[in-house]
């Protein structure tokens, strides 16, 4: 099989990887970040200025990108129903996940190769979270080790897990985020291989030199495929909660819970994976029925808006991710980008909640869908 695994260079790219080098992260330029006051500006101003192959890495879907576009498709179609003089000022927008306080339901998704986007690469990642008060959810192909991360976190980290063939690597590489302080494991799901990523393909995709991804060195064909007994295994191995990311339908939620998980991520990779899988949006409702509060449930894909993460609350989410305009934000600003990225997502939550007479994010249920 010649297709990639998702989110991973290709092996010979990565084969001569035997260790992380040391690595000097420059002083972030000071950038001008006040004309962007949307997360689609910041794609428009990222383009110009990340190299080509960061810029396709980033934004490019599987195959035709009909799930990409889909993403947002669905979101655009859904209509809101406010309730006006609902005697409110400012909205409360945390919740409690997994017993910690967010102040805000929009975490960083997991995405990989930060260092191909900013020079300060996931340390710029981690300040901007922090300076957001945003949970980062760190990829396993983070391009700067996790202690690194973790000694520059000032809000929760969560880290995300590939499941190598070695599962001796897999168990010291979990047991290890747990004692740098991850408060949860988001084990990926949906990627036993890539997805056709003709623009990758195109630009021949690869790490340039001195970028490496310590947790992912050479990781070649996958061998041992990843089962419902591994997460079952997963969950043994740590006591911080243990998620799914990648689930796309109820049957395999249920199958989830009964493996034991304490959280589901609907998720379809951004688009990136599956080409003409559905739009998370649209398969929520299917699954938090099916799950019925028995563990959160959180989406990503396509989130750009506060309306359109009040919509994944109305339809059960317990918590949203976002991927690619954190990664726009990076580029754009590093630490700061990432945190005005966060910050205006946060903003316009919080308007969407006041003008739609939402003052709790309990109050977020299906009345305030139009139907
Ligand atoms: C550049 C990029 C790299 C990604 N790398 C990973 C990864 O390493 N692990 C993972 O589980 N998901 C990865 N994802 C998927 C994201 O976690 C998330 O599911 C997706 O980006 C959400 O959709 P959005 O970008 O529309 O917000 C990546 C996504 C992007 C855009």
Request: hydrophobic content about 45%; overall charge negative; charged content about 20%.
């Amino acid at each position: 099989m010649n297709v990639q695994a998702s989110d991973q260079a290709p092996a010979s790219i990565n084969q001569n990887q035997t260790t992380n080098p040391s690595v000097d992260f420059p002083i972030s330029e000071i950038v001008d970040l006040s004309d962007l006051v949307n997360l689609f500006d910041f794609e428009k101003k990222a383009e110009a200025k990340m190299t080509r192959l960061a810029y396709e890495y980033v934004a490019s879907g599987a195959a035709d990108e009909l799930t990409l576009r889909w993403n947002r498709l669905a979101f655009d179609a859904i209509k809101l129903n406010p309730t006006v003089l609902a005697d409110m000022t400012q909205p409360d927008t945390r919740v409690s996940l997994f017993g910690d306080e967010l102040a805000y339901p929009i975490l960083i998704a997991p995405t990989a190769y930060h260092r191909i986007m900013h020079p300060d690469g996931e340390l710029a990642t981690v300040r901007g979270a922090g300076i957001a008060s945003a949970t980062y959810v760190v990829s396993s192909f983070t391009t700067t080790p996790l202690e690194t991360i973790a000694e520059n976190a000032t809000k929760p980290l969560w880290f995300q897990l590939y499941v190598r063939d070695d599962r001796e690597f897999t168990k010291d590489l979990v047991q290890k985020a747990e004692a740098l302080g991850c408060r949860a494991l988001c084990v990926t799901v949906d990627t036993p291989v890539g997805g056709v990523r003709n623009r990758e393909q195109r630009i021949n995709f690869g790490l340039p030199s001195g970028i490496q991804a310590p947790y992912m060195l050479a990781p070649g064909p996958q061998k041992k495929p990843l089962t419902w007994t591994d997460i079952t295994w997963l969950t043994s191995l740590v006591n911080i909660p243990v998620l799914v990311k990648g689930i796309l339908n109820a049957e395999d939620a249920e199958r989830a819970i009964q493996a034991g998980v304490s959280g589901i991520v609907v998720s379809n990779h951004g688009g990136r994976n599956l080409d003409t899988v559905p739009a998370t949006i649209d398969v929520l409702p299917s699954i938090a029925r099916r799950v019925a509060k028995r563990v959160p449930v959180l989406l990503d894909g396509g989130i750009r808006r506060g309306t359109d993460v009040l919509k994944a609350m109305a339809l059960g989410a317990s918590a949203v991710l976002v991927g690619k305009p954190v990664c726009y934000g990076l580029a754009c600003g590093g630490a700061d980008g990432v945190a005005k990225v966060m910050a205006i997502l946060r903003e316009e939550l919080e308007l969407a909640m006041i003008l739609t007479g939402r003052a709790t994010i309990d109050q977020i249920d299906r009345s305030v869908l139009w139907s």
